[in-house]
């Protein structure tokens, strides 16, 4: 599929909590004309409705999906690991258009992925995107190592509170810092080894606005809608990280 005109979200979170703020979201997606004719959802998307916040955002997305349904020609949907309904998707969105009193049947097109993603092309780019947790693997030898810690924590706080010490994360907050930045750069190192061929890689997951470039290939992070408010905006075949501020 070429992409020339469209938006890109991912990590909505509906049901962790009631900041989502679909209401902003919808603004987002009616401010922008009819020639953004593609909407890309990197997964994600809804986390638990069997709560007081899941049912809430249940009845929000539903508000959010009316707007999608009507604007978008094409909606491409990426599963996350927070998404095995969407494996059950033309079910759900029947249930959807019920419980928004909407027809069943959709204007627009729908198209949905599992975690390796789609291939796209944008401008004169060959791009893959995903939601991005299949790149948790490479993290994984190093994950262990934090579990480790991490169990061990509440021993060593003890232990400093005990000789009127500082807590173990004044001590660690740098070491964190840069464990942080080696997890980025094992997940870009993994990325553009998985998917050699394409030129970038589009992703969410990491909750982390940014672009990391190997050479002339980057791997984009569009970041989260969830906590940050960030998305990218595609334009004439060129890609733009926003923020809604």
Not at 26 to 42: A, Q
Not at 91 to 100: D, R, S
Not at 120 to 149: C, E, M, P
Request: contains cysteine; hydrophobic residues 35%; aromatic residues 12%.
């Amino acid at each position: 599929m070429i992409v020339n005109n469209g938006l890109c979200f991912s990590d909505l979170h509906g049901g962790a909590g009631k900041k989502n703020r679909f209401d902003i979201l919808i603004d987002v997606l009616r401010s922008y004309g009819s020639d953004y004719e593609t909407l890309i959802l990197l997964g994600d998307i809804l986390d638990e409705i069997r709560s007081p916040s899941g049912y809430y955002a249940f009845e929000q997305l539903a508000k959010v999906w009316q707007v999608i349904q009507h604007k978008f020609n094409n909606v491409i949907i990426c599963a996350g690991n927070h998404d095995p309904i969407w494996t059950m998707f033309p079910k759900t969105m029947e249930t959807f258009a019920g419980y928004t009193n909407t027809a069943s049947s959709l204007d627009c097109h729908i198209t949905v992925y599992g975690s390796t993603g789609a291939a796209i092309t944008i401008g004169d780019k060959n791009v893959r995107i995903l939601h991005g947790d299949v790149f948790d693997q490479a993290w994984s030898k190093t994950k262990d190592v934090v579990s480790a810690y991490l169990r061990t924590e509440g021993y060593i706080n003890r232990w400093l509170m005990r000789n009127r010490m500082k807590p173990l994360s004044y001590y660690t907050a740098k070491a964190g810092h840069k464990l942080g930045e080696t997890y980025i750069e094992k997940i870009v190192d993994y990325a553009m080894e998985t998917f050699h061929v394409e030129d970038h890689i589009i992703m969410g997951h990491m909750h982390r606005q940014g672009i990391h470039e190997r050479g002339d290939r980057n791997l984009i992070c569009i970041g989260d809608w969830f906590e940050h408010r960030t998305y990218a905006e595609i334009t004439n075949g060129q890609l733009l990280l926003k923020e809604v501020k």
